[in-house]
């Protein structure tokens, strides 16, 4: 059971799920299955209005027994302990289960393995902290129970938690460039998102790490915000696009690319129950690196990679 303590007045579903870093229709469903209450109350409605000082009481559902599905590809594993578990995500692996995927999830892979998970974000998300496109590789977090997932969702928003991208891109940016842009759904298509004036605030990060003679350049990516497909979105707003992503506009002139290069290279976070701050890396994954030995100086890419030369290029952004 978990408590919040109402710091602004208002609706009950947008003061939740703006405290727990979760969905309002998350919230709806633990509203409307009885697990919110306010001194005792039980809260029957979303729109119900909390006042400043108000305690919100909540509960979690234990995880249904999802149906088996096969599953027939393993996932590199970072980091595991009681707690949780750091993967290096591959490409075109996704996260959880919806009635339009057909494939076997990460989630599936969890449960096939006997992993534990935590249900705060209902039961179809399980343990999955953060995000991360179908078509990103890298690192990512996942949580084995509740009270780690509920930790780790502070620690996005006070920023103790993030990740450090690197992307192949097909024209060169300036040294360091700041977008912060609202991104909304693509009025046009709607497996797109776009920069659009009502929607949700989005800040990114980039800085340039090495270019090839013919433009193409390895850069590094930071999110501020956590908006489906940010850094894709932000870059297409700068007319630059990752190597392989024709959704938003990359137009293959060497060879055809056969993937979004883009990569969660460096996760950082607190450990929920230990203090202790820690650092994963997740290796690119051959094709990302088959590129960047063919067409860079490896030594130079080393060096600029580095964990501590890497996050010390945004001190100052």
């Given at each position: ?21 979760v ?20 809260i ?7 006042a400043?000082?108000?305690t ?16 027939d ?24 289960p ?17 992993i ?6 209902g ?20 949580a ?20 450090y ?68 979105v ?58 960047l ?25």
């Amino acid at each position: 059971m978990g408590r919040v303590e109402v710091s602004e007045a208002g609706r009950i579903d947008r003061v939740l799920a703006h405290a727990l870093d979760v969905s309002r229709n998350q919230i709806e469903k633990l509203i409307g299955e009885g697990l919110v209450s306010i001194e005792g109350v039980v809260i029957g409605k979303g729109s119900h209005k909390v006042a400043l000082g108000d305690t919100i009481t909540y509960r979690f559902k234990e995880a249904e027994k999802a149906k088996p599905v096969a599953v027939d590809f393993e996932v590199e594993i970072l980091y595991e302990d009681d707690y949780l578990m750091v993967i290096n995500k591959p490409i075109g692996l996704v996260i959880h289960p919806a009635p339009s995927v057909k494939e076997a999830t990460l989630v599936d892979w969890l449960i096939h393995k006997g992993i534990s998970l935590s249900t705060i974000s209902g039961e179809e998300r399980h343990g999955i902290v953060h995000r991360i496109d179908k078509e990103t590789t890298g690192a990512l977090v996942i949580a084995k129970d509740n009270a780690t997932h509920e930790a780790l969702s502070y620690q996005l928003q006070d920023k103790s938690m993030g990740r450090y991208y690197l992307a192949l891109i097909d024209y060169p940016l300036k040294e360091e460039v700041i977008v912060n842009k609202p991104i909304g759904r693509n009025r046009n298509n709607r497996l797109k998102m776009d920069i659009v004036p009502e929607g949700k605030v989005a800040k990114s990060a980039f800085v340039k790490l090495a270019q090839t003679a013919w433009g193409v350049e390895l850069i590094a990516a930071k999110l501020f915000t956590g908006r489906t497909h940010q850094i894709r979105v932000h870059l297409n707003s700068l007319g630059r696009h990752i190597l392989g992503d024709e959704l938003y506009g990359f137009k293959s002139k060497r060879r055809k690319i056969a993937r979004v290069n883009l990569h969660a290279y460096l996760l950082y976070l607190v450990h929920p129950h230990t203090g202790k701050k820690m650092e994963f890396i997740a290796p690119l994954f051959e094709d990302m690196k088959q590129y960047l030995s063919d067409n860079f100086d490896q030594g130079d890419i080393d060096e600029k990679i580095n964990p501590h030369t890497l996050s010390h290029r945004f001190d100052t952004l």
